[in-house]
């Protein structure tokens, strides 16, 4: 209905027309804030804060966001039924999009973080940056849903996520293997339609998962108990990944030895993603809609919105279980960790296929990132005591970025080097592996003391350390690697990302894909971590920050 159109003036104020049937009218006020009206059908009215945060509010149909940008001008142009687009400045630009006949109102709250509501169809989300700046998005019907913590945060979650990082998987498998290899190219080179399918892919994928569920439940190892759930149970958790990676290698080793090609993995690494978020989806569908069944305790602390999309999303049930068979916590470390291993060893063959040898880059990828799946499945008891197994429920977000995103998305280093190989010289080999042994002994030391210390704070190799008490009873780390800093694990995480791409050289950004997305998944990671803590513990968290000044690198953040 509205047709809309904002033009600044040089003076900085702004006309507003429109035709049809609403007439708007723009007046600026002296202190720079401005007040907007509207006969008829849509009545808008913008008042921006002292902090340049704004209170919209709109009645019946239209409703429109203004975002100034830095001179404090904005493009707002609307029309149909309505469409919106919203395009500020360069220093944090957005597009907000939305379709349908949308009744939006946006709400800041007194952290300059805002509430986004919405009617009918269109959920939008709202994701601001460290600058203020926020990026607005909506596809198809449209597709994002906003929830904002109690400190002015907000998730993006939503229905984009499950179209767009399956298209992110297999959009840098095709880069990784393309002869340029670059991220930048546009069009990039995709692969036919023809690519993306190979019948022996779902027999592969189905035979791994039938294989490890099989593993899962042979009485190896001992059995071990989770934390005390809502009902005042616990869970029991069988500790046997590590046999289940020892009995992968032994299968393998036995493979090669019979003279199974398995460098053909390289020429199925993309039907094999393709069915394994095939899988993904279904499982995911599944673990929806068994959830209506699952008693009110077993849900999820924030799974349990009631929006369909955020729900499926990040999971309604916290532990999901077919008998004693406990889906999460087996595709947290089982088919896709180890299948993480078994794509490197594949491109590593597809190389010795290609070259008559494994390059020393090659030998060294795999090394590490076996050195990090075989770490995690030794350690697998502590697993029970992280965020995945603890709070989150188990959506299209864990079981994708187990099943599909670990094992192809992670092994874009090895992948990468099948096609681009790079020679190593022995100083620059050492210096890597003297990287990546840094952040392994960060790593496995700050997490050591941090389980030992949780599961018994009497135990001698953590009874010295300086505690502080909370009114939960608990006490928190402020000494040996917890003071360091407020998360010495992801320091050592971050170190071995970055040694685990530097086999690949400079020559390209594609290897480093993985260091990037690391980085950011761990800010976001401390910065969950940081609210949940100071609500938990609130002025013993407090002191601890004061203490811990630094969150994951010492003396920069």
């Not at 360069?90 to 109102?105: D, F, M």
């Not at 035979?207 to 569920?213: D, E, K, R």
Request: net charge neutral; aromatic share 10%.
């Amino acid at each position: 209905i509205p047709v809309l159109s904002l033009v600044p003036s040089n003076h900085g104020s702004c006309l507003l027309g429109a035709s049809c049937i609403p007439v708007l009218s723009l007046v600026p006020s002296n202190h720079g804030s401005c007040l907007l009206g509207a006969s008829c059908i849509p009545v808008l009215s913008l008042v921006p804060s002292n902090h340049g945060s704004c209170l919209l509010g709109a009645s019946c149909i239209p409703v429109l966001s203004l975002v100034p940008s830095s001179h404090g001008s904005c493009l707002l142009g609307g029309s149909c039924i309505p469409v919106l687009s919203l395009v500020p400045s360069n220093h944090g630009s957005c597009l907000l999009g939305a379709s349908c006949i949308p009744v939006l109102s946006l709400v800041p709250s007194n952290h300059g973080s805002c509430l986004l509501g919405a009617s009918c169809i269109p959920v939008l989300s709202l994701v601001p940056s460290n600058h203020g700046s926020c990026l607005l998005g909506a596809s198809c019907i449209p597709v994002l849903s906003l929830v904002p913590s109690n400190h002015g945060s907000c998730l993006l979650g939503a229905s984009c996520i499950p179209v767009l990082l399956p298209l992110l998987v297999l959009f840098l498998l095709s880069v990784s293997r393309s002869p340029g290899a670059s991220l930048l190219q546009w069009p990039p080179q995709l692969p036919p339609t023809s690519a993306l399918w190979d019948p022996l892919a779902p027999l592969l994928l189905l035979g791994w998962f039938t294989l490890h569920a099989f593993l899962y439940l042979l009485p190896l190892g001992k059995v071990s108990e989770g934390l005390v759930l809502k009902n005042g149970t616990r869970l029991k958790y069988p500790i046997n990944g590590f046999h289940a990676l020892v009995i992968s290698v032994g299968l393998l080793l036995l493979l090669l030895w019979l003279g199974v090609p398995l460098g053909s993995l390289f020429d199925l690494l993309l039907p094999l993603a393709v069915c394994a978020t095939g899988l993904s989806f279904l499982l995911s569908f599944y673990l929806y809609i068994s959830s209506f069944w699952a008693p009110p305790h077993a849900l999820a602390p924030g799974g349990n919105t009631g929006n369909p999309l955020y729900d499926f999303f990040i999971g309604r049930e916290l532990n999901p279980r077919i008998g004693n068979f406990d889906l999460k916590y087996f595709c947290e470390l089982r088919p896709g960790l180890i299948g993480w291993v078994v794509v490197n060893l594949g491109m590593l063959m597809k190389e010795v296929e290609l070259r008559d040898g494994a390059s020393l880059a090659m030998l060294l990828v795999n090394g590490f990132q076996l050195l990090y799946v075989a770490d995690a499945l030794w350690n697998e008891e502590a697993v029970l005591t992280t965020m995945d197994i603890v709070h989150d429920g188990f959506g299209f977000m864990l079981a994708f970025g187990d099943l599909a995103w670990v094992p192809f998305a992670y092994s874009l280093q090895a992948s990468f080097l099948v096609v681009h190989p790079v020679e190593l010289g022995a100083a620059a080999a050492t210096a890597i592996v003297l990287l990546n042994g840094i952040g392994y002994y960060i790593f496995r030391k700050s997490n050591s003391q941090k389980n030992v210390f949780r599961r018994d704070p009497k135990h001698p190799s953590v009874s010295s350390l300086e505690t502080i008490a909370t009114a939960t009873g608990k006490r928190l780390l402020v000494s040996g690697w917890w003071g360091l800093v407020r998360h010495p694990n992801y320091l050592g995480d971050l170190l071995m990302a970055l040694a685990w791409s530097l086999p690949c050289g400079f020559s390209h950004l594609l290897p480093y894909f993985y260091v990037g997305y690391f980085t950011v998944l761990l800010v976001h990671r401390e910065a969950r971590d940081e609210r949940q803590c100071r609500a938990k513990y609130g002025q013993a968290w407090d002191a601890y920050c004061q203490r811990v000044p630094y969150r994951i690198f010492p003396y920069l953040y």
